[in-house]
């Protein structure tokens, strides 16, 4: 009768064991899941400061404008603008 005990205790820890086991794996699946995206998502933000960084900077702004229009552009003041309005107002 004691052999049996010890047998069927046996079974419930091999069987504990591999559920505990089972889920570990499930979350270490999920951890590295996670951890993947993570990294993507790192890389992206980076890529994404460094092109925000780059256009940016003033001395990038003047090559785009230099490169991009042929006229030469003036600069306006806030003052010199008008408002328009229409008769019905």
């Known amino acids: 009768m004691k052999n ?3 047998i069927v205790f046996i079974l419930i820890l091999i069987v504990f064991t591999s559920l505990i086991k ?4 499930e979350l270490e699946a ?22 925000n960084n780059f256009l940016n900077s003033p001395e990038r702004l003047f090559d785009l404008k230099k490169t991009l229009f042929e006229e ?7 003052k010199n603008f008008i408002t328009l309005k229409s008769d019905g107002e």
Do not use: A, G, V
């Not at 030469?72 to 003041?77: C, G, S």
């Open 4 to 6: 049996y005990f010890i």
């Open 22 to 25: 089972s889920s570990t794996r």
């Open 30 to 51: 999920q951890i590295y899941i996670l951890e993947e995206d993570i990294k993507t998502l790192s890389d992206k933000k980076d890529l994404i400061l460094l092109e």
């Open 72 to 78: 030469n552009l003036i600069t306006l003041k806030f």
